[in-house]
């Protein structure tokens, strides 16, 4: 089995999780020794370009505190204790095919534009989490199955990055994709089956491999998931359950095929943290340097997004005006400088 991927590793993790001066810091580093340097740098980096716009980071940062208090509500704990509604009267039986459906339907019903759902495997599963209360703790103990969705963001404001506005659409549809999560484990909790929501910063799965297995989507050059339709415009949420569910058809989406063709990606990422198309060749995955490309958040005091911007695949063309559409050396510099 391939070694498992520790949440504690993740870039989010130590800059958001590990406080200097406290144990989990001196433990971290302790371990680590070779990133106390390069992170420390990351940490106490200056505000960056876009850190003045008031309204826009007021929103962000009030979306994040919404989504910390939808976490603690995620329904993470049940997975552990193993408690479901105890229900006073037994609900009319479901075939698998019909309760498949239903979460199917309901996740579009709040906004989903694509579903699936697959077995759930340890090798998408974190080996240890590194976000908030189940910091440090090992996820040996997960559901059988895993329904995981997507949530289209807008072309317009992926289109601006990596001014703010790309940003504020992030957590928008975070906090939808969280939305949609505890609507399914509720339900399915209310039916008397065991199921856990998995959003942004409380999660035990690594979403862009469950959803790559279920075939919502497959990872591009970028690391990220690209879908057929949207491309990378999408915000990912899934929920794992013990309720009989049917799954979906092997996945023979491979985007890194288009992906070596393009490089666009690679070619515009304004801190080089895209291994480009040259150097690996032969890769079976792409390179992503989480240091180069953290760097470049902190410059610019938000999200960047321009590989999402750059991605041509799945772009409707006829909805996006030429000029909108990164491809000459100046485009990071007009936004940088244009859209403050």
Known sequence: MKKRVDERNTMFSRMFEIVPGTEKYAGYYAEHPELEKNDTVLRTHPEGVFSNRILENSLINGAFGLLH??????????????????????????????????LH???????????????????????????????????DIVL????????EMDTAAVNKAPAIEESVEVVRKYIQSAVIGLVLSYTLREMGYNAVCHIDGESQLILPLAADRAGVGSIGWMG??????????????AVTTDAPIEYSTINDFNVLEFCKTCGKCSDLCPSAAIAPLTSAENAEKPAINPEKCYKTWKELGTDCGVCLAACPFGKNKQNIPEESVPGDPDFLKQLLFSKK
Do not use: C, M, W
């Open 69 to 102: 208090d939808l976490r603690i509500y995620s329904g993470a704990e049940s997975v552990v204790q193993g408690k479901s509604q105890e229900k006073s009267r037994p609900l009319p039986p479901l075939t698998s095919q019909e309760l498949t459906q239903f």
């Open 105 to 139: 339907d309901t996740a579009a019903s709040y906004g989903a534009v694509l579903s699936g759902s697959v077995p759930t495997d340890l090798q998408f599963v974190y080996e240890h989490r590194g976000r908030g209360r189940h910091y440090g703790k090992p996820t």
């Open 144 to 151: 059988p199955n895993t329904f995981v969705y997507a949530v």
């Open 224 to 237: 990220i998931l690209l879908t057929k339709k949207y491309g990378p415009r999408v915000r990912l949420g």
